[in-house]
Nanobody, 125 residues
Framework: VQLQASGGGSVQAGGSLRLSCAAP????????MGWFRQYPGKEREFVAA????????YYADSVKGRFTISRDNAKSTVSLQMNSLKPEDTAVYYC???????????????????WGQGTLVTVSS
């Protein structure tokens, strides 16, 4: 599975960005998806996850109420809508896929099988 993340960029604090991750394939609904972010010199940090069927979501406390993860299985895409952005949201964001999972949500990087290339989000104060 090749994941292609897009949508990163620069925005002022309080602004919004929408990240997207495309994963072409007819079995996309069998993959649980997640978004992670990484600060320089730090390990990847969980941001949000969604089950393969889309009925379950899970968020890090730091983004709850500001970020929304969603998926369109017909288009094999997962999105992360980021509102009320803060300077501390500045990081490289990665999408990830876990195979053979329709109902679970997963917060740990080692639970995922495939990773996208990362997209930089910069929030200025």
């Amino acid at each position: 599975v090749q994941l292609q993340a897009s949508g990163g960029g620069s925005v002022q604090a309080g602004g919004s960005l929408r990240l997207s991750c495309a994963a072409p394939g007819r079995t996309f609904s069998s993959y649980a998806m997640g978004w992670f972010r990484q600060y320089p010199g730090k390990e990847r940090e969980f941001v949000a996850a969604i089950s393969g069927g889309g009925s379950s979501t899970y968020y890090a406390d730091s983004v709850k109420g500001r970020f929304t993860i969603s998926r369109d299985n017909a288009k094999s895409t997962v999105s992360l809508q980021m509102n009320s952005l803060k300077p501390e949201d500045t990081a490289v964001y990665y999408c990830a896929a876990k195979a053979n999972s329709r109902t679970g949500v997963y917060p740990r990087p080692d639970q995922y099988d495939y990773w996208g290339q990362g997209t930089l989000v910069t929030v200025s104060s």
